[in-house]
């Protein structure tokens, strides 16, 4: 069974202080990890797909990098607007559904 | 810009009566996913359609039900909503159902039941 393991539970963060969010997993074949930001009350919105072990992707202040066994966001200078709950999923070749963590609270004060 | 719609965004419903939740989809995409996510918990699929293929999760409850009528609509169906099925749902799309196939979210219906 997959299985998606995220740390810390929750950050708390100062305004321009880099940090990283721990996305650990365990899949039969990985598809594909997902990572999605949730604000209060709101849907998930898509921010990286990683399909492979060495894949980097960024977007703005994020970087999502991918290793066999775990994946890291990280956030450079976070600003207020980047706090949010941030989600980690992943797609194996056992099924066809996503196997989300249960998310990293992340708080950045001015 | 193509989207995932969900409404209303807020439902309230007596317990006991049934309610229906409505997603619309913009991406032209084939498969549709209807998740709950409760306080704090991570979504929790409830069932998907591929095309008119409906896919049920083992541990869905039989209260829960859902339609397809084409492409860019689906509906969730709530027969009898206990005080347990108060909580947000989530309609999802994706182009495919394998592989590494990105789902897209919509905003979400938080329904409270009284």
């Known amino acids: 069974e997959d299985q998606v393991t995220q740390s810390p539970e929750a950050l708390r963060l100062q305004e321009g202080e880099s940090s990283s969010l721990n996305c650990s997993y365990t899949v039969s074949g990985l598809r594909g990890l997902f990572w999605y930001r949730q604000d209060p009350g709101k849907g998930p919105e898509f921010l990286f797909t990683?399909?492979?072990a060495g894949e980097e992707k960024e977007k703005e202040r994020l970087k999502a990098t991918l290793t066999k066994k775990e994946s890291f966001l990280h956030i450079t200078a976070p600003k207020p607007e980047d706090s949010a709950t941030y989600l980690c999923a992943v797609r194996g070749t056992a099924g066809n559904k996503l196997t989300f963590g249960g998310g990293t609270r992340v708080l950045v004060k001015p | 810009d193509a989207m995932v719609i969900q409404n209303p965004r807020y439902q309230v419903t007596q317990f006991g009566k049934p309610v229906t939740l409505s997603c619309s989809q913009t991406l032209n995409h084939n498969v549709m996913y209807w998740y709950q996510q409760k306080s704090s918990q991570a979504p929790k699929l409830l069932f998907h359609y591929y095309d008119k293929d409906f896919n049920n999760e083992a541990d869905t409850p039989d209260n829960f039900q859902s339609r397809r009528p084409n492409t860019s609509f689906c509906f969730l169906d709530i027969r009898s909503p206990g005080l347990g099925d108060a909580a947000m749902y989530l309609c999802?799309?994706?182009?495919?159902?394998?592989?590494?196939?990105?789902?897209?979210f919509g905003p979400g219906t938080r329904l409270l039941v009284l």
């Open positions: 990683l399909y492979s």
């Open positions: 999802a799309t994706s182009r495919d159902d394998y592989g590494g196939e990105t789902q897209y």
